[in-house]
């Protein structure tokens, strides 16, 4: 491996780029073959959520835009 590049530095990219793509704790524990969600949370602490979250809003909006009969 190059200077720097690490198993554990992978490991932590992985997490943080399923986690920033919405996928849950458990799918990436399994994925990365890790025992329990706590590590997963660890390796994936500085995911950029805002993507994820921005459709969840969107979700929302619409959902409630039905409920108000505006859309």
């Not at 706590?38 to 409630?64: F, Q, Y």
């Amino acid at each position: 491996m190059a200077d720097g590049l690490t198993f554990h530095g992978l490991r932590h990219t992985a997490a943080t780029q399923m986690r920033r793509l919405g996928f849950d704790t458990c799918t990436i524990a399994d994925m990365l073959g890790q025992e329990t969600e706590v590590m997963v949370e660890h390796d994936s602490r500085e995911a950029d959520l805002e993507p994820k979250l921005r459709g969840v809003v969107t979700t929302l909006d619409k959902e409630n835009g039905k409920r108000e009969g505006i859309v």
